[in-house]
């Protein structure tokens, strides 16, 4: 018992440490992007972000690699923003224009798939475990305590049935919406086969919308809203990755 | 009637025109009579030589016409003709003591005014053992559609012959031990005559299988040669050949003599020119045996395009370090090296996906790179290597990768819109920076995609699975309360015999009398079930067999009851007796234990 004072001190110097240096690279990188040396800002904001996602950090990743011109890489970024926080302006603003330089569409989601926007991902998770066992406990619990069955705990496990039964189209569709990925590359090549000679079906504009079907070694298999077929990889980033 | 008229009058004319094929003929072209159809093929053109072939001469000579026995001569013939034209014999008839040896020939065209005239020379290396006068005799061989008399001559082999060195062609090869593919140079060298008159060589031919002559990079000079210690100027005809087979091979060479004026050649030599026509005479070399081995393939390195030799390459030099994606910059590579450098094989492009590489077209050896993205820091290195036939080895000669800065394409940052009336909106620009991190997350994977959450999902399970396992065992216990009674008197009983054992260690009798009785009373009472302190030492023996209680266990008991009731008499027994029966109450105690 001694010890445990000094593991959540070890604790807490560690994730404060990391804190730190991730704040460290955020404040670098926008130093940077003041500064006009946007490759360095977007490297400095890649690692801010990996160290710790945010919505804020990788706005500003969005914006460096737009102006380094990877407009895949922005849209991406911006993307993950708005995944992070469906409520974030700024990314949906640089979206909006990003997609209106680019001359490529939103992704094409599903019904399920829009309403999982509506709330960050994780949210809906626990929402539902929540209102799940809530319900049940509600159900459960008042027999078990020789409490009597009142009315508004009856209540209580309606709701929560309910809002459970409703956050399970959006889970569903945060589970779907984790394979959308963005064209990175310029003029990616679309194959028949995932092979490095393959026959090429059509060339992708950079940030074009596709979903991802499946994996074969380095290569995707993906939909786009015109055609499938394979890309590499590393020409195709997916928006939870 | 009217229209049967009129319907005689259509068929006549019908029935004519079907007959007109037969008195009309189709357009043809005039015809032309072969004489005048020769004449206008004829006529621009010049008229046929064929004093040529009317004129056909021969002549034959032994060259020396004397030698010594063993000594070699050679046998001349020449014929104004081509050589094609010629339908030579295989075999000469010659006595038998003449032995003819290699043979060669050739041919050119000798100019003669305005025309030029073949002249086609068979060559035999003749040599006797023994002396004596050898007449090779007249023969007939047609060239053409005619017969021409090849005259006969003669050959004397004495001993007391004058001692004439024969005209011969020297074939000189930088290495005799080369490798498939290897260039080597080689010398044709005709020396000077002993009047030091110098005759160039034309119509120079390579004999021998196997090799490729280069005959755009060819040299004729005229040098001093060290021969036998003296230096001597001599026609040196230099030329570079590769071998194309592996195995012993044999390369020989012939060549025609001609004037000095005559060839384009560079005199580094003192040499006396004679204005005297010179009588082309074929010369022939002593063929050379080289070995070509084949390349060794074990140890070969990437890049490799046939070079043989010893290269290297100044340092690579690129027009600009800092270019745009898609601008292209060139790689400026010079290479060095021994032997002919116009027949390297320059680096094939590799294949890069961050670089578009064009290679200049040969002889040049510089790339052109054009970058595909910004994401690349430097050029890509290019394998190449070489085969070193000295050390017998390859060489890697890889142009390294060189630092670059690629500036990706600018993109705008604000874009102007209109609106359905063709009316200037508010533009659409990008965002400011944003200045705080913002909403955070631990992982961009969602939550339910991580393993830990299952587990966390299992915790309510187990919680609730706990809960109700605890409401059964409550309602069982409810149900059966003797099982809770004998559980609360197990444990009572425990602390009882503890403090028992703490009152026997510290002898005090009146503690260890109550707390006997004590725990005497807990451990009989769930079997009535009835108050502990209610229970009196009949109760307790009650419990005990009918042979314990008349016995050791029996007698303990009352003993340990009746110390406990003299608490309340005038006289209390003695300590030492009641303590010594510890043993004995534990063992009672231990035989209610079991019945509890």
């Known amino acids: 018992m001694r010890v445990l004072p000094f593991i959540f001190a070890i604790a807490f110097w560690i994730i404060d440490s990391s804190q730190a240096a991730t704040n460290d690279s955020f404040s670098r990188g926008i130093t940077l992007s003041r500064a006009g040396e946007f490759p360095e800002a977007a490297a400095a904001f890649e690692k801010s972000a990996q ?6 950090t990788l706005v500003n990743l969005g914006l460096a690699e737009w102006q380094r011109g990877h407009a895949g890489a922005a849209i991406l970024a911006w993307e993950q923003a708005r995944w992070i926080d469906p409520f974030d302006q700024r990314a949906a603003q640089n979206l909006k224009f990003a997609r209106a330089v680019a001359q490529v569409d939103e992704p094409q989601l599903k019904w399920f798939e829009t309403s999982s926007t509506w709330l960050p991902p994780n949210d809906w998770v626990w929402l539902a ?74 060339i992708l504009n950079v940030g074009e919308p596709a979903r991802k079907i499946r994996t074969h070694g380095n290569y995707f298999y993906i939909r786009t809203a015109s055609a499938a077929g394979w890309i590499d990889r590393s020409a195709f980033g997916l928006i939870n990755e | ?153 003669s050959v004397d082999v004495t001993a007391d012959a004058a001692t004439q060195p024969t005209r011969e062609l020297t074939l000189e090869v930088s290495t005799t031990n080369v490798f498939f593919g290897q260039p080597f140079r080689v010398r044709v060298i005709s020396p000077a ?44 005809y230099e030329t570079v050949a590769t071998p194309l087979a592996t195995g012993p091979l044999t390369l020989s060479a012939q060549a025609f003599t001609a004037s000095v004026m005559s060839v384009p050649i560079s005199i580094h030599a003192q040499i006396t020119i004679s204005s005297a026509p010179v009588k082309n005479v074929l010369l022939l070399a002593e063929p050379l045996k080289l070995n070509v081995r084949p390349l060794p393939t074990a140890g070969e390195r990437a890049g490799f395009t046939g070079a043989i030799g010893k290269f290297s390459y100044d340092p690579p030099q690129l027009s600009t370090n800092r270019l745009r994606v898609g601008e292209p910059t060139h790689l400026k590579i010079v290479f060095h090296g021994d032997g002919d450098l116009t027949r390297l094989v320059p680096p094939m492009p590799p294949r890069s996906r961050d670089w578009q590489i064009i290679a200049d077209k040969t002889p040049a050896t510089g790339f052109t790179l054009i970058p595909l993205t910004d994401e690349t820091h430097e050029t890509p290195s290019i394998p190449f290597s070489y085969f070193d036939p000295q050390s017998e080895k390859y060489i890697d000669l890889t142009i390294p990768a060189l ?21 200037s909106a508010a533009p659409l620009k990008l965002s400011d920076l944003a200045t705080a991190p913002g909403k955070t997350i631990g992982s961009l994977k969602p939550t339910q995609l991580h393993g830990w959450f299952i587990c966390v999902q299992l915790a309510p399970v187990i919680a609730l699975f706990a809960l109700w396992r605890w409401d059964c065992r409550r309602r069982f216990l409810e149900a059966h309360p003797e099982i809770v009674r004998r559980r609360m008197a197990r444990r009572a009983l425990r602390r009882e015999k503890f403090k028992l054992k703490k009152a026997a260690a510290s002898s005090d009798a009146d503690a260890f009398a109550h707390h006997a009785v004590a725990a005497m009373q807990i451990a009989v009472a769930p079997n009535y079930p009835a108050n502990p302190h209610a229970l009196v030492c009949a109760d307790v023996l009650a419990q005990l067999d009918n042979a314990e209680q008349g016995g050791r266990g029996g007698e303990t008991v009352r003993k340990v009851f009746a110390a406990a009731d003299a608490r309340f008499a005038l006289t209390s027994q003695t300590q030492a007796s009641l303590l010594a029966l510890a043993d004995d109450a534990e063992n009672v105690l231990m035989k209610l234990e079991e019945k509890l």
């Open chain 1, 51 to 56: 160290a710790q996602p945010a919505s804020g």
């Open chain 1, 129 to 202: 475990g929540a209102s799940l066992w809530l319900a049940v406990g509600a159900l459960v619990l008042p027999p078990v305590f020789r409490r009597r069955k009142s009315s508004w705990l009856q209540a209580l496990a309606a709701v929560g049935l309910g809002i459970f039964l409703a956050s399970l189209a959006a889970n569903f569709g945060v589970v779907s919406r984790t394979d959308l990925g963005f064209v990175l590359k310029r003029n990616s090549a679309l194959i028949l086969t995932p092979t490095r000679g393959g026959e090429i079906i059509s």
């Open chain 2, 1 to 153: 009637m009217a229209a049967t008229g009129k319907m005689r009058i259509y068929r006549t004319t019908i029935f004519l025109l079907a007959l007109t094929p037969i008195f009309l003929r189709a357009q043809v072209p005039t015809q032309i009579s072969p004489n005048v159809a020769a004449q206008i093929v004829m006529v621009p053109q010049p008229k046929a030589d064929t004093s040529l072939l009317d004129n056909v001469t021969a002549t034959s000579r032994f060259d020396p016409p004397i030698v010594r026995p063993g000594e070699k001569t050679f046998y001349r013939v020449t014929v104004s003709a081509t050589q094609n034209s010629i339908d030579w014999p295989n075999e000469i008839a010659a006595p038998s003591k003449l032995k003819f040896g290699t043979a060669a020939r050739g041919q050119l065209m000798q100019p003669d005014g305005v025309r030029f005239q073949p002249l086609t020379e068979f060559v035999y290396e003749v040599t006797s053992a023994t002396a004596g006068h050898f007449t090779v005799s007249n023969f007939v061989v047609s060239v053409g559609e005619r017969s021409v008399e090849i005259p006969a001559t």
């Open chain 2, 193 to 236: 005559t002993p009047e030091n008159q110098v005759e160039a060589l034309r119509d120079v031919q390579f004999n021998g299988s196997g090799f490729l002559l280069d005959k755009l990079n060819t040299r004729q000079s005229i040098e001093p040669i060290d021969r036998n210690g003296q230096l001597r100027p001599a026609a040196i």
């Open chain 2, 403 to 423: 630092p670059v800065a690629v500036i990706g394409e600018g993109l705008p940052i604000q874009l102007q819109v209109f609106d359905d009336e063709n009316k």
